[in-house]
């Protein structure tokens, strides 16, 4: 069954358990029994295509210790931010989306920190990474941030920002950030310091 579900939301379609029922012979009242409910199914979807992703990229990133999290979290992030079967399921029911992706009570962000606290653990344990707070706390922080970042506060201009989104995780994780500026910041920085290096003109703020 889930691997019908994959497919359904892989796709960008809308997950519909009446469709999915219908093609394993089942009724929708076996599905909710063995799941509680659609946000459930499509949550375990969620959590193993997160699980792919990290390991993944995990096993792409050769550094260890604090630099190779954050490069790994970096990488899932940008990811998660250009994922069309998540933009998608934002854009089919928002609300409903947010509340089954970054709620505590929901079926995606316990597990994701789960799924984020053995990485810190297994750094931890290869003695290659000294956190500065417990692993389950900084786990959850990282997850918490991700959500914030990367679904929510759209309205301020935040969403899918995974370059300030590493900047903070850095600071976490007990790295210097690397953050990689986009054409248009490194054109304004340029202006900027060019205005700064021009010489003061009568009257203008710069000459008092």
């Known amino acids: 069954m889930l691997r019908l579900v994959r497919e359904q939301f892989l796709a960008g379609q809308r997950v519909d358990l009446t469709v999915v029922a219908r093609e394993l012979g089942l009724g929708r009242a076996t599905i909710y029994r063995w799941f509680g409910s659609r946000d459930g199914v499509l949550g375990d979807v969620i959590v193993d ?89 900084l786990a959850y922080a990282i997850v918490r941030l991700a959500d914030a970042f990367l679904y929510n506060d759209a309205a301020v201009g935040i969403r899918g920002d995974w370059e300030r989104l590493r900047q903070v995780e850095a600071a976490l994780l007990g790295v210097p950030a690397t953050a990689r500026r986009s054409p248009a910041a490194k ?21 008092r």
């Not at 399921?89 to 597990?111: C, I, N, Y």
């Not at 054109?187 to 000459?207: I, L, Q």
Request: hydrophobic share 35%; glycine share 8%.
């Open 187 to 207: 054109t304004a920085r340029t202006e900027r310091a060019g205005e700064r290096s021009r010489p003061a003109r009568a009257g203008h703020p710069g000459s």
């Open 49 to 137: 295509e997160l699980q792919l992703l990290l390991d993944r990229h995990r096993s792409r990133v050769r550094q260890r210790g604090a630099k190779g999290l954050l490069e790994v979290f970096d990488r899932v992030n940008r990811a998660l931010s250009r994922s069309q079967p998540l933009r998608r399921l934002l854009e089919q029911a928002r609300e409903a989306a947010l509340r089954m992706l970054t709620s505590g009570g929901g079926p995606v962000q316990s597990r994701a920190v789960e799924a984020i606290q053995a990485l810190i653990d297994r750094e931890v344990s290869d003695g290659r990474y000294d956190p500065p707070a417990d692993t389950s706390t």
